[in-house]
């Protein structure tokens, strides 16, 4: 698993109020029965969703990170492993 990139965007109004934030991971990502599982700091990526081409993987956020957390991700069941990509809330799409 190779991550390059994430983008978080704050939830559209209309969203269910449970969800703050959505992040988008870039890189690369093989589908398998043990799904993807992710934390940026503190806070869990729920509702993962790997796409067709395994290049991207797109979740949902209960809980908008502090500044500066990492990325980390894994397969249920590995310990996950910390990325470069830290949350910045100055960009928040």
């Known amino acids: 698993m190779i991550v390059t990139g994430a983008i978080f965007k704050?939830?559209?109004p209309g969203t269910d109020p449970?969800?703050?934030m959505t992040v988008?991971?870039?890189?690369?990502?093989?589908?398998?029965a043990a799904p993807i599982i992710a934390h940026v700091g503190s806070v869990e990526v729920?509702?993962?969703?790997?796409?067709?081409g395994g290049t991207e993987f797109f979740g949902l956020l209960?809980?908008?990170?502090?500044?500066?957390?990492?990325?980390?991700?894994?397969?249920?069941g590995e310990k996950q492993q910390p990325t470069t990509v830290a949350f910045s809330?100055?960009?928040?799409?």
Request: with cysteine.
């Open 10 to 12: 704050n939830c559209q």
């Open 18 to 20: 449970k969800w703050l």
């Open 24 to 32: 988008t991971v870039q890189g690369s990502f093989r589908h398998r």
């Open 46 to 52: 729920e509702y993962i969703m790997i796409n067709p």
């Open 62 to 76: 209960g809980m908008i990170p502090q500044s500066g957390d990492v990325l980390s991700v894994g397969y249920l």
């Open 89 to 93: 809330p100055s960009a928040v799409v």
